[in-house]
């Protein structure tokens, strides 16, 4: 995690309260658990669906201060037990697999549009002081199913600030690029390719793909916990890398040079460059030093009250991209790769 005072300020924060974190037992979960336990947090409620993963986590914390409920963002009834008295609450539960909803839009629909409404509705509810819910650059212009669920995500987000302008319950978005060696993305398969010496296969070499830690992911979420105004949007300014550079990276680290890399095409719905804001977000954005924070457009549907003095910025700036962001080369690449605790581990490990 970022060693700056705004990281420290953030963890104090939510010291001695009690944080509930939907899809608790998925990468980001799981990491949001470890760091509020080590930084002084009362109790961790982790809800999901899996019952093995659960297990498995249970085991691996042994902390008395984590409780476990099983149940579904989808099903509003089974959020109540693991909201009441939750300070906080990062909902991180969705289905994220860019392929997978492509094929199956109506789940992504029920998953991550309809539960995180249920999440919202449920935490407000229950009083919770502050709610981040969790985005992806794949909301920005989205091109697929998961990234046009999101984006509506997002919207029903902002819609409980800008209907309830009095609610107890602040809701803040964050939304990421790549996070590495979440489950799911790419390193692991990269590493699993070259120990098992097969060709690392590219969709599309040249395509670029921000790159963020899962800590810096944690940094960010405690941010939003502590700065947000309700209805705010929050990301991280982070770098970008071709996907080539990166799986010659990885494959660098593992001590292999001249890695075979085969080239199999772009998979449904991906994108060239990733974009985590608009060119309207950055116009209206503030400039928090690692981060910007779009507020919420709190204007009525009387627009006729806004004919004369509404907003006149017109906007300037390009979107913030993955394509115009600081670009890493190989050695940037690995030096950033370094600093993932799952990438050291199979450096060590070696193949």
Known sequence: ????????????????????????????GSTMARHLLAHGVRQVNVISRDEAKQDA??????????????GDVRDIGSLEAPMEGADFVFHAAALKQVPSCEFFPQQAVKTNIVGSDNVIASAARAGVRSLVVLSTDKAVYPVNAMGMSKALMEKTAQAFARNHPDSHMSVAVTR?????YSRGSVIPLFVEQLKAGRPLTLTEPTMTRFLMSLDESVALVLHAFKHAMSGDLFVRKAPAATVETLARAIASLLGVDDPEISVIGSRHGEKMHETLLSV???????DQGEYFRVPLDARSLQYELY??????????DMDFTSANTVQLDLEGTKELLLTVPEVRAAVEAGL
């Open 176 to 180: 990421y690029g790549n996070v590495m």
């Open 280 to 286: 309207e977000e950055m116009v209206k954005s503030d």
């Open 57 to 70: 986590m249970r085991r691996r914390f042994a902390d008395e201060r984590m409780r476990f409920f099983l």
């Open 307 to 316: 004919f004369e003095q509404g907003d006149r910025r017109i906007p300037r």
């Open 1 to 28: 995690m970022t060693d700056s005072k705004d990281a420290t300020e953030a963890i104090a924060t939510v010291a001695g309260r009690i944080v509930t974190i939907t899809g608790g037992t998925g990468s980001f």
